[in-house]
Antibody, heavy 116, light 108 residues
């Protein structure tokens, strides 16, 4: 059974940067689109970005485009999210997720708090 | 961007009763719709994809229907473990994939 484990969350000041990682196991990582989905405290879900199996195609939501970069390393079975110019509204639990359209595996999430 | 609107916001149901949740898209998403269940402190769990296909391991009491702009998730006989928040999500038009705001199913 597949497993996704995120790391890298924490407290960062507005304008700062943070890098999230997701370690995948139990399935052929290189065979799947992967995504990041976030959830602000007490709020709903928001799709942030996704990346094709070989990394050749990436998409992100308008609110993070130009600030967040999704990437992957298939040799390390890992997904990444580099977050720059962070804003208070980026505060959320960030989930690593397997899938292009729908998500069938989710990580447990990592909390990113943007605050001074 | 396609806006997904779920109703009601909160649904109060007694155990053993039927629950019907609605999701409406601002434009047609064909059958490109998924449903998720989320319990407090947990990641979402995929229930339904392609509007009506149950995900692996999902009990038969969960069913999805609809196409175009109107969708329904039905839980035929609510069990105690079904009290949670439910989200619909479209994957027809990127960017971006969008979620509804959620329906909380609570014990009556």
């Amino acid at each position: 059974e597949g497993q996704l484990v995120e790391s890298g969350g924490g407290l960062v000041q507005p304008g700062g940067s943070l890098s999230l990682s997701c370690a995948a196991s139990g399935f052929t990582f290189s065979g799947y689109w992967m995504s990041w989905v976030r959830q602000a405290p007490g709020k709903g879900l928001e799709w942030v970005a996704n990346i094709k199996q070989d990394g050749s195609e990436k998409h992100s939501v308008d609110s993070v485009r130009g600030r967040f970069t999704i990437s992957r390393d298939n040799a390390k079975n890992s997904l990444y999210l580099q977050m720059n110019s962070l804003r208070a509204e980026d505060t959320a639990v960030y989930y690593c997720a397997r899938g292009y359209g729908w998500v069938d595996y989710w990580g447990q999430g990592t909390l990113v708090t943007v605050s001074s | 961007e396609i806006v997904m609107t779920q109703s009601p916001v909160t649904l109060s149901v007694s155990p053993g009763e039927r629950a019907t949740l609605s999701c409406r898209a601002s434009q047609s998403v064909s059958s490109n719709l998924a449903w998720y269940q989320q319990k407090p402190g947990q990641a979402p769990r995929l229930l339904i994809y392609d509007a009506s296909t149950r995900a692996t391991g999902i009990p038969a009491r969960f069913s999805g229907s609809g196409s175009g702009t109107e969708f329904t998730l039905t839980i035929s006989s609510l069990q105690s473990e079904d009290f949670a928040v439910y989200y619909c999500q479209q994957y027809s038009n990127w960017p971006p994939w969008t979620f509804g705001q959620g329906t909380k199913v609570e014990i009556k």
